[in-house]
């Protein structure tokens, strides 16, 4: 009995033996594995961090693109603004009562009614229909009861400016090229006919261009 009881502690002793290399064994891979995980997570984070610092780089560079660019979109908006500018100075030739005249008409203008005519809203026929005087013996505009207003003196504008574009410039039609001749660039401005195709329009554009004279409805 006892020889068979020496036998299997040998036995145990030998499986204990091997349990504990296996487990050494474990724990080594285990360590091994670990140590090459941080290696490739120190590998990534340096990798990381050079990718990040070319990302850096490479959005300063398309800032520094972008405000360039900025720079040269503003400088063509201040070229356009200066000729703009200075197609807006042209003015005519009128002397310093015909100026103040232009400013008194732009004041009348603000305090004008609207003289519509008469039962205008109720019939559609008239609703396009140019003044026309009341001549009812009962009309109510024409007596001026319940707040109808006929035109009336006073709301006109001067005579020495009557007529004039508000630019100060006196319009002139123009169905073609021909007809800039007798056009006087200081006083007068010339409006292209709606008639007018866009071939003929663009030549009367250039030739008054060339000729200096305002156009008070170019082509856009």
Not at 30 to 47: L, N
Not at 56 to 82: A, D, L, R
């Amino acid at each position: 009995m006892a020889g068979k009881r020496g036998r299997k502690t040998k036995k145990s002793e030998t499986k204990a033996e091997r349990i504990e290399e296996v487990e050494d064994t474990e724990v080594k891979e285990v360590s091994e594995t670990e140590a090459e995980k941080i290696e490739a997570e120190g590998g990534e984070e340096e990798t990381g961090v050079e990718e990040s610092k070319v990302e850096k780089s490479k959005v300063e560079e398309s800032k520094v693109e972008e405000i360039e660019k900025s720079e040269e979109v503003k400088e063509t908006e201040e070229v356009e603004v200066t000729e703009s500018e200075v197609e807006e100075i042209k003015k005519p030739a009128l002397d310093p009562e015909s100026r103040r005249l232009l400013k008194v008409r732009i004041r009348q203008k603000s305090r004008k009614p609207e003289f519509k005519r008469y039962e205008s809203h109720k019939k559609l026929r008239l609703r396009d229909k140019s003044w026309r005087r009341p001549r009812g013996m009962d009309n109510k505009m024409r007596k001026r009861i319940a707040g109808k207003k006929p035109v009336s003196v006073g709301f006109g504008t001067p005579s020495a400016i009557r007529g004039l574009h508000p630019s100060g410039f006196r319009e002139v039609l123009v169905r073609n090229p021909f007809e800039l001749e007798g056009i006087d660039v200081e006083t007068e401005a010339i409006r292209i006919a709606s008639s007018v195709g866009l071939k003929k329009r663009l030549a009367i554009e250039d030739k008054a261009k060339e000729m200096g004279i305002k156009i008070l409805n170019p082509q856009r």
